[in-house]
């Protein structure tokens, strides 16, 4: 028999799929199908190296996880964190069949602080600053970080403007419920970006929902930190506010927007 709903999860870059594993725990004890991504030149046993990945390949990769989970499910939703946020808004810009929400975390709307670091944290207030410092992962959750060097940043930072500008570009072909989720202790992507993505995302027949945390830094979901915020935001999009928005009604919590 084929599962109800099945959700894939989209690490981040430089991420894994490792760190989604509270969330993804808590979704199967639910009794959702799950799916975690690795990304291309992450994980393990990578097949091409992290820093000659193209966005495009980034893309198409999504787009083959997102046809073997729809092939096994009845309906889709996916949650993407940072840059995997951006692969789950320009999958969704795609109108898959199956998908009926999305779910972002952290993602960048036009600019992240390793554009030009020092500047971007020199506008960072004292206390954000000071509060994502000690929110930073101290400890590695147990996987493999891609190999990078700094001779690689030009390449990195301008496939990274490839993908942030094809996103920018199909923004408005995203019909489903999209729920937004950034912390204001974020020191890798402002926490502006998201409210500059909700302001795109207002015309969407969806409709967008925002919510602020405030128990994270830009990762959210390493093992040695409370899941519990990242994890409701997660469940309330799927059991509850992902049919509201649909449908036009009120939200659980957080802000809703909506073009009248």
Known sequence: MQAQKGI??????????????????ALQ?????TQRVTLPGHGDSPTQRFHETSALELLDHCAAEYERMANQVEEVYIVG??????????????????????????????YAYFYNYLHGLAQVPLGHLIRGIYLAPRDRVKFTTPDSRPWHMPKLIQQSRVIFS????????IEVPVSLAHSIYDLTIPYPEMQKLAEKLRHSPGG?????????????????????????????????????????????????????
């Open 81 to 110: 964190h940072s840059l995997g946020g951006i692969c789950t808004l320009l999958t969704a810009a795609v109108r898959p069949p199956k998908l009926k929400g999305i779910v972002v975390f952290s993602a960048p709307y036009e």
């Open 8 to 25: 894939l999860l989209i690490h981040g870059l430089t991420g894994s799929p490792h760190e989604f594993v509270p969330v993804d725990e």
């Open 29 to 33: 004890q639910k009794g959702y199908h």
């Open 166 to 173: 094809l996103m920018r570009e199909q923004l408005h072909n």
């Open 208 to 260: 967008v929902k925002t919510t602020t945390l405030t128990r994270s830094g830009h990762r959210i979901f390493p093992i040695s930190k409370d899941m519990n915020e990242a994890i409701r935001v997660v469940v309330d999009f799927l059991e509850t506010d992902c049919q509201a928005m649909a449908e036009g009604r009120p939200v659980s919590s957080g802000e809703i927007a909506r073009h009248t």
